[in-house]
Nanobody, 115 residues
Framework: QVQLVESGGGLVQAGGSLRLSCTAS????????MGWFRQAPGKQRDMVAI???????YYADSVKGRFTISRDNAKNTMYLQMNSLKPDDTAVYYC?????????WGQGTQVTVSS
């Protein structure tokens, strides 16, 4: 089974940047889509960014123009570049991979943005 391991979270000041990484291990034949989601305390898990195998990308309105989703196939890794961070971005961020008819989640990484 594929495992997703996340890294890159931490504490940053408002206006700062972070890059989250999600590395996959295991056998993957075909990736359909990848994405990043986040969940703040007491709130539901919401979509942040999604990239499909067809090249389409989708971003939550709250992060458009600030966040960028990307991948490096050679490293089996997806990224979320987060710029101009705001306190409202504080949440646990989860990576997600849809592949071979399956869906896997990372363990989550905490992002805290101070004012």
């Amino acid at each position: 089974q594929v495992q997703l391991v996340e890294s890159g979270g931490g504490l940053v000041q408002a206006g700062g940047s972070l890059r989250l990484s999600c590395t996959a291990s295991g056998s993957i034949l075909s990736i359909n889509a990848m994405g990043w989601f986040r969940q703040a305390p007491g709130k539901q898990r919401d979509m942040v960014a999604i990239a499909t195998s067809g090249g389409s990308t989708y971003y939550a309105d709250s992060v458009k123009g600030r966040f960028t989703i990307s991948r490096d196939n050679a490293k089996n890794t997806m990224y979320l570049q987060m710029n101009s961070l705001k306190p409202d971005d504080t949440a646990v961020y989860y990576c997600n991979l849809n592949y071979d008819g399956q869906n896997s989640w990372g363990q989550g990484t905490q992002v805290t943005v101070s004012s």
